[in-house]
């Protein structure tokens, strides 16, 4: 479902009312070009504090793109990188507020502002740590105040070693690809495996597995795994066969209808997997119900049902494949949560359970997959414009779209950019992040 408000503020006309009125003026989100996808271009201004440690990687990562880095001042609207890794007293913490306090005017609509800190822990000592652990505010503010034009603030923390993983994310965060990505914190470490792919096509030649691929974000996640390269497996309920084999069949891919909560699912689709591939490069875990009640009403099916579709069929799955090979060395496990498993919502006490449990799998388990080259990652969907949000009553639906920085509801692409990144090679770095893909929604920010 289109979003009315959103496109009657963008004209010339709605522009105009909506100035006069003082309501609020979403701006359109540039998104990736389906036919030429991460290209990076326009200008970036680089800032740092004193004692800071990747300006290198910093710039190693940028002279590979098509932007152009300006020196004190950009000559127009552009994108901003800050290296805050240095500060660590409060005296010194006045030099992000003058980088940014001059250089804000000149951010770009749908612009990027990026900072790279270091995850406290990393830091030399106490007080370095204690100043790096500010960022997180300054970030979060800053994604407020910037939001109503359509750009981002995320944050980078580099842990130990990470320096040399530097460059994926830096590079997501400046995309396209990141638009509805706002007021995130991504940490990244040592890589846990070689990196060697292609930065316009990273997915070429990989098999990855999607569930609940027939509609919605689940297909919308196909399409963009797709275009990257891959080859899909899409997995989804028999009842939804005809859809599936349909979207696998545009997509080049391969349909396995599967009720994942039924006896031996998960041997069913680890064994359809060893049928066509040695290596599997993901699976991403995005089948998910909501059966949503005042838990003094819930019934015992309307709390199980779910919990077997959004959790025990992820865990049986994991076990499953974890058992052989086939995701060792490079392999990616990804599970789709939910804002609600991070803030709650109300007469979703069994959905934000399960939602908030696969935020616990990536934290338990993202140590033991590292041992094996694999990483695992999560993202949190806000209000996303699917076929289950169009049936939520119209002015909930408004609610949700306005009450975010970015002054809108995001669309299946958007969470599926993210795992897109999450599982490119060049991501290897990157384990046992939980990020929100909600413009960040008010909802427990």
Known sequence: M????????NSNLGKKLFSAMGLPEPVSLIRENPDAPHQLVGQVLIGASDGSAFDDAIMQCLQETQLRVCGSAMDGKGYLIYDASGISSAE???????FFQKNLKTLASNGRVIVIGLKPSAAGDSDHGTLQRGLYGFIKSLAKEIGRNGATANLILVDKGGEVSLRAPLRFLLSAGSAFLNAQIL??????SPVEADWERPLLGKMIAVTGAARGIGLGIAEVLTRDGATIIG???????????TAMNRLGGFALPLDITSEGAAEVLRDFCLGQCTKLQAIIHNAGVTRDKMLSRMSDRQWNGLMQVNLGSVQRINGA???TDLLD?????????????IAGNVGQTNYAFSKSAIIGMVETLADSCAERGITINAVAPGFIETQMTAAIPFVTRQMGRRLSSLGQGGLPIDVAEVIGFFVSPQASGMNGNIVRVCGQSLLGA
């Open 2 to 9: 289109s979003d009315k408000y959103l496109e009657l503020a």
């Open 92 to 98: 010194q913490s006045s030099q992000i507020y003058e």
């Open 187 to 192: 940490t990244v470490s040592r890589p846990v």
């Open 235 to 245: 997995v989804d309920v028999p009842q939804s066969e005809a859809d599936l084999t």
């Open 321 to 323: 494949l974890l058992a």
């Open 329 to 341: 060395d490079g392999g990616k496990i990804i599970g789709v949560a939910s804002i609600s498993g």
